[in-house]
């Protein structure tokens, strides 16, 4: 049939490769767990929570299946299931009031805001789990962006003020890290000064040393509320997405700043980022699986086309494998559970 007359192989298999053979040591299941690399294990989860106010509240956010939003008692609640399954951390986000918004942002510095009422409730619930706030501007501003704007511009060392400010009510409320998102330069320096001049020296800092921007963070937009606030891009302060060296510069910084861990997001699409940091710096290195990589997953499994169980652990394990130390993820207590078995 074939009109090609094909040359035969000459050399068996066994002379090509030298009688090694790589698929020995795959060739059962015991044998593969042996020589397994890499675990995901239930240490490596951080679960993201949205807040909302009000009270006995779980809504729905369209894009994010199975994600919600919560008031602030029902945090508690997921908090404590959160530790009964052992995940160390949670990470809070909230959904502010729009009536709370303006140009400045200014309801971060309400030391009975969203977030410090989530933490305090938490903390005095679930005092043995560690708790992560954003320290970023953009749930509490009217445009959506994670600084204070002026005149078309982010200003960057007001916005940084700010965020210290906010981070030391953080603190007093009981957060463990404070892990500013929004990349304005000088915010891990600012924010180590102004815990320690009151008296958190023990409160730690999650820099989100490298965020890029992003068309991932899409479904996050609906969850805070932020998606038909937000006029314009986030490109004068997050890393342009084609560059890799600018987020060692970036992350030398943070860290001289003193930052106690980083952390690249999105997560998936930038393993390679992941890996040169996690060589380079051999510091506590996170991933932030995003809304947008959730979303796809879960669209993907809705709709028959992935096993979306199967997807999610080996993206999570893919974290582990680039040499991240946690992942900050949605799938965070259905793998807890998971592995659990
Ligand atoms: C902003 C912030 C973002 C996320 C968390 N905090 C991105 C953005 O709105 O630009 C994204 C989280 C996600 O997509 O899951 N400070």
Redesign the pocket.
Known sequence: MNKFSLPRQTRTVDEITGSRRLRRMRKADWSRRLVQENHLTVDDLIW?LFLTDGENRREEIAAMPGVFRLSVDLAVKEAERAARLGIPAVAT?PQVDLSLKDDAGSEILNSDNLINRATRAIKAAVPEIGIIT?G?L?PFTSHGH?GILRDGIIVNDETVEQVAAAAVLQAAAGSDIIAP??MMDGRIGAIRDALDAAGFQDVAIMSYATKFASA??G???EAIG?QGLLKGD?KTYYIDHANSDEAIRETEQDLSEGADMIMV?PGLPYLDIIRRLKDEFQMPTFA?Q???EYAMIMAAAQNGWIDGDKAMMESLLAFKRAGCDGILTYFAPKVAEMLKG
């Open positions: 993201p986000f954003d970023a953009d994670d998102s929004d991932f963070y479904p996050y937009r932020t986030k997001k932030y995003v809304s947008g």
